[in-house]
């Protein structure tokens, strides 16, 4: 399987879900020692990042009008990155729009809560 970025992923009961394992849609943003980074799409803010105002920066909302895949207008979480195996990407959906990247990678950038080194290998995923 070629993974790269941008690319969106179903990841059925995707173990890095919390409190418990279920259906999750992942971005690849980036690569570390070659291994995919991905950051989780969800159809809401958490409450708990609302309440947050220093995480909001994290969301990045995408529109299902630019995306097929997406059954409503949905945001990309970047409080977290993950370290994600072959096995974790079940099915590949489709790819995130030009538009919508670089919003993306300021999400990154201005994310305070994303570990330091997914953050640094991201951006230099990306840089020119």
């Given at each position: 399987?070629?993974?790269?970025?941008?690319?969106?992923?179903?990841?059925?009961?995707?173990?890095?879900?919390?409190?418990?394992?279920?259906?999750k849609?992942?971005?690849?943003?980036?690569?570390?020692?070659?291994?995919?980074?991905?950051?989780?799409?969800?159809?809401?803010?958490?409450?708990?990042?609302?309440?947050?105002?220093?995480?909001?920066?994290?969301?990045?909302?995408?529109?299902?009008?630019?995306?097929?895949?997406?059954?409503?207008?949905?945001?990309v979480?970047?409080?977290?990155?993950?370290?994600?195996?072959?096995?974790?990407?079940?099915?590949?959906?489709?790819?995130?729009?030009?538009?919508?990247?670089?919003?993306?990678?300021?999400?990154?950038?201005?994310?305070?809560?994303?570990?330091?080194?997914?953050?640094?290998?991201?951006?230099?995923?990306?840089?020119?």
């Amino acid at each position: 399987m070629q993974v790269e970025t941008w690319q969106v992923y179903l990841s059925r009961n995707c173990r890095h879900a919390e409190p418990n394992p279920k259906d999750k849609y992942l971005v690849i943003v980036g690569f570390i020692n070659g291994t995919p980074l991905g950051v989780f799409i969800n159809s809401k803010i958490r409450p708990y990042i609302q309440k947050q105002p220093h995480l909001m920066v994290c969301e990045t909302q995408i529109a299902q009008q630019d995306h097929n895949f997406l059954k409503y207008d949905s945001y990309v979480d970047c409080t977290n990155a993950y370290e994600l195996s072959s096995q974790d990407l079940d099915k590949h959906l489709g790819d995130v729009d030009e538009n919508h990247r670089e919003t993306i990678l300021k999400s990154v950038k201005d994310c305070a809560s994303i570990r330091n080194k997914h953050k640094k290998a991201i951006l230099a995923s990306h840089s020119k």
